[in-house]
């Protein structure tokens, strides 16, 4: 029985993410703001992009991957940009994707479009 | 309930029964195996099902209703891995951190922290989870950076 917690910034209340048993990955709400800022670029695409490569980041700093996801919830205060990020979203699988759910929300933190949250898997069961 | 469900369903480790709310659809919390799922909770006074004036004395109340339904598992907020807080002002973002930072020790759960448009009852914040037994007793152990 181990619990690794992920936290690249510890003065946030929150970790990044939780590790169980080195298998089960519990994601924090993940932002795409630009590296080392507070903000969201300028457009919704490359803000999709940042969101996705985050997520991508902290399941690497567990040694997984976007494939490894069994969960993902999407936030969006804006349900208008379901199919623009959805478009982003898909360069970044190449097999099947993970259940999902695309929530309309309210104002997100930092003015932000979107926030996800999900559980990862490690060592799925081949198929 | 039950009889709607396969022989294998019913076999499904449980050390507790799932904690019933008297006239509403869901359980506060659900235990499978060692993973405790947390319902929606409010932090309204009990006296009048209002959130109170103060968004600080919510923030507390809320987190206070949390730990309690754990306890009923006999598991602690520490062992909370994940949690969602859903919230109607993102202005009161810096006051729920500084209480719910009061109900853990360090390193904290994952979390997210979602801006709603309306909750329950008027409420401003409502906090689900996931707990996984023993993690409390794990974070004795110095927590490893990436």
Known sequence: MSRRYIATDPSRPFSDAVLIDERTLYLSGRIGLKPGTNEVPGTIEEEAHLVMQDVRRILGCAGMQLEDLVFLQVFSPDVSLWAAFNEVYREYFSGPMPPRSFIGSGALLFGAHFELQGIAVKDQVAS | ?146
């Open chain 2, 1 to 146: 309930m039950l009889a709607g469900l396969s022989a294998s369903c019913q076999q499904l480790p449980r050390a507790n029964p799932p904690l019933p709310v008297a006239g509403a659809p869901f359980s506060l919390a659900v235990e499978a195996g060692d993973t405790l799922y947390v319902s929606g909770h409010l932090g309204l006074d009990p006296a009048t099902d209002k959130p109170p004036s103060d968004p600080t004395q919510e923030a507390r109340q809320v987190m206070t209703a949390i730990r309690a339904t754990l306890e009923q598992h006999k598991m602690t907020t520490d062992d909370l891995v994940s949690v969602q807080v859903f919230c109607t002002d993102l202005s009161l973002f810096n006051v729920f951190n500084k209480e719910y930072v009061t109900f853990f020790h360090k390193p904290y759960p994952a979390r997210a922290f979602i801006g709603v448009k309306d909750l329950l009852y008027g409420a401003r914040f409502e906090v689900m989870g996931t707990a996984v037994r023993h993690t409390a007793e794990n974070k004795k152990q110095p927590p490893a950076l990436p």
